[in-house]
């Protein structure tokens, strides 16, 4: 994981390269977190945090389950 600290909207923003996001989640605990391009992004109001999920190809979409885990969706070639 690597961690960059953001201070303002304008500031995850850029982190995030506005031009490039895909989706948006809310967790249960409040953090922000985004999809862009291959990647997926947390939020917390002190820092963000890039996530690497594992085996990804093409992701579209991020949500939650109600027990609080994040699911992303895939539409690479190993979708289901």
């Known amino acids: 994981l690597s961690v960059e600290k953001v201070q303002t909207v304008a500031d ?3 982190v995030a390269d506005a031009n490039n996001i895909a989706d948006v ?3 249960p ?3 922000l977190w985004l999809l862009a391009g291959n ?3 947390r ?3 002190n820092d963000k ?3 690497t999920v594992p085996g990804l190809e093409k992701p579209s979409a991020i949500a939650f389950a109600a027990n609080g885990q994040l699911v992303v969706c895939d539409d690479g ?3 289901q």
């Open 43 to 45: 939020f917390n109001g």
């Open 12 to 14: 995850v923003a850029n």
């Open 39 to 41: 990647s997926v992004k």
């Open 25 to 27: 989640a809310f967790a």
């Open 77 to 79: 070639k190993r979708q």
């Open 29 to 31: 605990n409040g953090d």
């Open 49 to 51: 945090t890039t996530v």
